[in-house]
């Protein structure tokens, strides 16, 4: 694995690699990485000829100034695991390299009703922070096809939105959510749970589950209402929410509905300081 820090020699790289025919998937994360991630990472190797993955604490997207400086790190081990899953590059780059001229955020993307719910509405700004770091990422590596999670199930609409509105020609690919056994989904933020606030967190789980079995004989406010006292029950100190959204656009799902939308149930909620976020779509068999 070659390690970047700077665009320049970065993107030197690239087009040589790009001028022989080959096909560039990208990974963007945050590190601290997990399974999750190598599961992209892996998804790319299967699809692309080369693989890029990304490092960088984007500062633009934390809405809460201890969450950012909170955030774990671990370097060393990160880049033992993208060697042993054979990625071809790390971008490594610092704040500076990303953002010469300060973070401010100078471009508004138009992202509309997607922007004002869920995610949107309890951490304002993260998505325009998410689409000014993923924009430069996308313009600086112009990968084939772009690699990102389901458990960030509200990022991924905001992206194909971000492509569809630059008009950046890069394929969106969504891989599943990867789960401990206990069905609590990986996360780098899990690292700064206890064992035993490990154990509580996997509530959200088995709630999305509830849900997805509940979810066509229960009025959806009646079922969001006992899942989130469930929730502040079995030890979160805040629930931000629980919602049932039709999976293509979020809009909210007030009746029960046996009819064919495709159905998501979201969940944010704080342990011991910890924002914990998870989804589930409701039609398929996960
Ligand atoms: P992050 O480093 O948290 O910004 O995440 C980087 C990418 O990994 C995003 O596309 C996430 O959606 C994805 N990701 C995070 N956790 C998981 C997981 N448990 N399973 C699959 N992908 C994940």
Same mark, same amino acid.
């Given at each position: 694995?070659?390690?970047?820090? #700077?665009?320049?020699?970065?993107?030197?790289?690239?087009?040589?690699?790009?001028?022989?025919?080959?096909?560039?998937?990208? +990974?963007?994360?945050?590190?601290?990485?997990?399974?999750?991630?190598?599961?992209?990472?892996?998804?790319?190797?299967?699809?692309?000829?080369?693989?890029?993955?990304?490092?960088?604490?984007?500062?633009?997207? @934390?809405?809460?100034?201890?969450?950012?400086?909170?955030? =774990?790190?671990?370097?060393?081990?990160?880049?033992?695991?993208?060697?042993?899953?054979?990625?071809?590059?790390?971008?490594?780059?610092?704040?500076?390299?990303?953002?010469?001229?300060?973070?401010?955020?100078?471009?508004?993307?138009?992202?509309?009703?997607?922007?004002?719910?869920?995610?949107?509405?309890?951490?304002?700004?993260?998505?325009?922070?998410? #689409?000014?770091? +993923?924009?430069?990422?996308?313009?600086?590596?112009?990968?084939?096809?772009? @690699?990102?999670?389901?458990?960030?199930?509200?990022? #991924?609409?905001?992206?194909?939105?971000?492509?569809?509105?630059?008009?950046?020609?890069?394929?969106?690919?969504?891989? =599943?959510?990867?789960?401990?056994?206990?069905?609590?989904?990986?996360?780098?933020?899990?690292?700064?749970?206890?064992?035993?606030?490990?154990?509580?967190?996997? *509530?959200?789980?088995?709630?999305?589950?509830?849900?997805?079995?509940?979810? /066509?004989?229960?009025?959806? /406010?009646?079922?969001?209402?006992?899942?989130?006292?469930?929730?502040?029950? /079995?030890? @979160? /100190? *805040?629930?931000?929410? +629980?919602?049932? #959204?039709?999976?293509?656009?979020?809009?909210?799902?007030?009746? *029960?509905?046996?009819?064919?939308?495709?159905?998501? +149930?979201?969940?944010?909620?704080?342990?011991?300081?910890?924002?914990?976020?998870?989804?589930?779509?409701?039609?398929?068999?996960?």
């Amino acid at each position: 694995m070659i390690l970047f820090k #700077c665009i320049n020699a970065l993107q030197k790289y690239l087009n040589q690699q790009k001028n022989s025919r080959l096909s560039v998937g990208f +990974v963007p994360t945050m590190g601290a990485l997990h399974q999750g991630h190598l599961s992209l990472i892996g998804m790319s190797k299967a699809k692309c000829d080369f693989t890029v993955c990304s490092i960088f604490v984007n500062p633009t997207q @934390f809405n809460n100034s201890n969450d950012f400086e909170q955030y =774990p790190i671990s370097l060393e081990n990160d880049i033992r695991l993208l060697e042993q899953a054979q990625c071809n590059i790390l971008f490594l780059p610092s704040a500076n390299e990303i953002y010469p001229n300060g973070t401010a955020l100078s471009t508004h993307y138009q992202l509309g009703f997607i922007e004002t719910i869920l995610e949107g509405k309890f951490r304002p700004n993260h998505f325009q922070g998410v #689409c000014q770091v +993923v924009h430069k990422l996308l313009d600086i590596v112009a990968p084939d096809m772009l @690699f990102l999670g389901q458990k960030d199930y509200q990022q #991924c609409m905001v992206i194909q939105q971000l492509i569809a509105l630059t008009g950046i020609k890069t394929q969106l690919i969504i891989g =599943p959510t990867l789960r401990e056994s206990s069905g609590l989904a990986m996360s780098s933020r899990n690292m700064r749970l206890s064992d035993d606030d490990k154990q509580k967190a996997t *509530t959200i789980y088995q709630m999305l589950q509830y849900i997805k079995q509940q979810c /066509n004989h229960q009025m959806p /406010n009646e079922l969001t209402a006992s899942v989130t006292k469930q929730l502040l029950k /079995n030890g @979160f /100190n *805040t629930v931000d929410y +629980v919602a049932i #959204c039709n999976a293509n656009n979020l809009e909210p799902i007030t009746e *029960t509905d046996n009819s064919t939308i495709p159905k998501v +149930v979201l969940i944010a909620a704080f342990l011991n300081g910890v924002r914990l976020i998870d989804n589930l779509l409701l039609n398929n068999t996960e």
